[in-house]
């Protein structure tokens, strides 16, 4: 295993896989059949994977070589997607939920997969994993469709927490930076902080001081801050992570969702308007299923949970088979790369030398 957080280590020993398999809208056939593809790719995975005991018998049943790399452990209750966090954890505590974080708190996984409840999932998370030392907030790490080689960039906060102040953007920019270093192997990300402008100048007071802060640790944490970056460039080759606050990130994601799928609507529209335009459709099948492939949000499926003592992804609630694959992908790509570990030391590291830069302020001469 590699000691620094820089590319995608391999390793031949287990890596295991918490599943939560009751939480999401497609149901257990979808998680398990994820898991399946999972195991086909990565010999060295094991699942240990938490709901109805009979229903996931018999899906495994069907499935003898998945069967044979996964436990399966009993639970009772599950969270529904409209039970609001605070319910969820007074009533919670024999959900298949609850235990998927349950086994990575104790270590007998690596990191845990759910589709359920993004604000349950959070909330049961940050009780039972705890906080990293130094981040008041955690933050939800997504991946955005971008014209960069990885094909991705990372937007952060997507939806955790509303709020952020300086301190709390500064400690996104830092675990955006390792989240890239370890999950995608890159060594120099550019971290940008959105606003309304690029310009030096632009936006509210909190957020000029939060640049004054990422771009004064950005050579010690191993990132190149690029400034401030609006809406327009999350998508873009400018930038490899899009740092910002809860509220604005998830007002971002959500209206994306929307778009994208106004457009697919167009264009099935357009191509079923006439036979030409239908003839027109069957020419370019090939261009068309290249780009739905490019932009298939299945395959960006996963959220992480950063700013934890664990390794959390939340996949949609939606996902089929090829969404719960690419979740549990990004879930093992982090652990084989003790990702947790190396996150908190980052943001100690980045802590420190944020505390140093305000104390040379505050004893400077006026």
């Not at 609001?84 to 939920?97: D, E, F, I, N, Q």
């Not at 955006?176 to 606003?195: D, I, W």
């Not at 992908?329 to 100690?348: C, G, H, M, P, T």
């Amino acid at each position: 295993m590699a000691e620094t957080d820089t590319g995608i280590p391999q390793t031949n020993a287990p890596t295991i896989i918490s599943i939560d398999a009751m939480g999401g809208d497609s149901g257990v056939k979808a998680v398990i059949g994820g898991m399946e593809k999972s195991a086909r790719t990565y010999p060295n995975i094991r699942f240990i994977v938490h709901g109805d005991e009979a229903e996931l018998k018999r899906c495994l049943k069907r499935r003898p070589a998945l069967a044979a790399v996964t436990e399966i452990r009993a639970t009772e209750d599950v969270i529904s997607m409209d039970d609001k966090p605070s319910a969820a954890l007074r009533g919670g505590k024999k959900s298949s939920m609850w235990a998927a974080i349950a086994t990575l708190k104790e270590g007998a996984a690596q990191a845990t997969v759910s589709c359920g409840n993004t604000g349950a999932l959070m909330a049961m998370s940050t009780i039972q994993l705890r906080k990293t030392p130094g981040v008041n907030r955690p933050a939800i790490a997504i991946l955005w469709p971008s014209t960069n080689t990885q094909g991705y960039n990372i937007l952060l906060d997507a939806g955790a927490d509303i709020k952020a102040d300086p301190q709390d953007l500064l400690k996104y920019a830092i675990m955006g930076a390792s989240y890239a270093r370890n999950g995608f192997g890159l060594r120099q990300p550019r971290v940008g902080l959105l606003n309304v402008g690029t310009e030096e100048f632009k936006g509210r007071v909190e957020l000029q001081d939060a640049a004054k802060l990422i771009g004064t640790v950005a050579t010690s944490s191993d990132f190149q801050f690029v400034g401030f970056v609006e809406g327009s460039d999350i998508p873009s080759s400018r930038v490899d992570i899009v740092v910002t606050d809860g509220f604005t990130g998830n007002i971002a994601l959500k209206t994306a969702e929307g778009t994208a799928r106004q457009v697919s609507d167009l264009l099935k529209a357009a191509f079923n308007h006439t036979l030409l335009s239908r003839l027109g459709a069957l020419f370019a099948l090939t261009s068309l299923k290249r780009l739905k492939n490019r932009i298939d949000p299945r395959r960006a499926n996963g959220g992480v949970f950063l700013g934890l003592n664990g390794t959390v992804v939340k996949s949609h609630g939606g996902a089929d088979a090829t969404g719960v694959a690419a979740a549990i992908k990004l879930a093992y790509d982090l652990a084989q790369n003790d990702f947790s570990e190396k996150l908190s030391a980052r943001v100690a590291s980045g802590l420190a030398a944020s505390k140093d830069m305000l104390s040379n302020i505050d004893e400077a001469p006026i």
